[in-house]
C-alpha cells in the first residue's frame, strides 16, 4: 500500500481523470464523419454518414452498407441497387428501379 497519503491522492485523481476522458471519447466527440438520420416519404428510415468517396447507410436499423460515390461531384452514391442522390441539401432514397423516395432529417 502507499503510505505517502499525498501519493494515494494524486493516484486516485489521475486514475478518476483517465476513466472521465475514456468515457467522452466513447460518445463521438470529434468524429470527423457524423450520422445525420432521415425518414423518407415511403418510411424507410435511414442512417447517413458521408465519407468522401463513398457514403456508409444504414436502412431500418439494418446493418450499414457502403455506397461509392458515382461522379466527382460527389452528390450520387451507388452500388448499382441501392441509391442515395443529394442535391441542394435535399436527399432522395431508391432501390433498384423503383422511384426515389424524398426524405428528410438530416
Request: proline letters at 5%; aromatic letters at 4%.
Amino acid at each position: 500500500m502507499l503510505r505517502n497519503p499525498a501519493i494515494a491522492a494524486i493516484s486516485i485523481l489521475m486514475i478518476a481523470s483517465l476513466e472521465q476522458s475514456a468515457s467522452g471519447a466513447s460518445i463521438g466527440v470529434g468524429n470527423p464523419y457524423p450520422v445525420s438520420t432521415y425518414t423518407c416519404e415511403d418510411g424507410t428510415r435511414l442512417a447517413v454518414r458521408l465519407l468522401g468517396d463513398r457514403a456508409s447507410v444504414s436502412v431500418d436499423d439494418a446493418a450499414e452498407v457502403e455506397l461509392p460515390a458515382m461522379g466527382l461531384d460527389g452528390t450520387t452514391y451507388s452500388n448499382g441497387r441501392l441509391t442515395l442522390t443529394i442535391i441542394q441539401g435535399r436527399l432522395m432514397w431508391g432501390v433498384g428501379r423503383a422511384a426515389p423516395s424524398a426524405c428528410t432529417g438530416g
